[in-house]
């Protein structure tokens, strides 16, 4: 079993910079992949950003040259550094982890691990 928690989230202003932090604990060897998924009110949860155990990246297009992924080099923690960050952002920023490859190419069924969730809420 693998246990994930995020933080960083909390309410910040158009243009202004996040960074999420998500701690892994648990059998992580069995980790092939974590990525950051986000879900706005009446939308559908989804990927945001991925990262291999290798190092591989995947962004969403709404995040790619805004949003960061990254990870420490024991696997354990994932950083998402968000930049220029707009009202469309805000949403429940979920990270999640995977024995496989899908999840973190954007296959929500495939994710195996959930942590429970940071709130990011961009406004004036």
């Known amino acids: 079993q693998v246990q994930l928690v995020e933080s960083g989230g909390g309410l910040v202003l158009p243009g202004d910079s996040l960074r999420l932090s998500c701690a892994a604990s648990?059998?992580?060897?069995?980790?092939?992949?974590m990525a950051w998924y986000r879900q706005a009110p009446g939308k559908q949860r989804e990927l945001v950003a991925g990262i291999t155990n290798s190092g591989r990246t995947n962004y969403a297009d709404s995040a790619k040259g805004r949003f960061t992924i990254s990870k420490d080099n024991a696997g354990a923690t994932v950083y998402l550094q968000m930049n220029s960050l707009n009202p469309e952002d805000t949403a429940v920023y979920f990270c999640?982890?995977?024995?496989?490859?899908?999840?973190?190419?954007?296959?929500?069924?495939?994710?195996?691990?959930w942590g429970r969730g940071t709130q990011v809420t961009v406004s004036s």
């Open positions: 648990g059998t992580i060897f069995s980790i092939y992949g």
């Open positions: 999640t982890a995977d024995r496989g490859s899908g999840c973190y190419r954007g296959i929500l069924e495939e994710c195996d691990y």
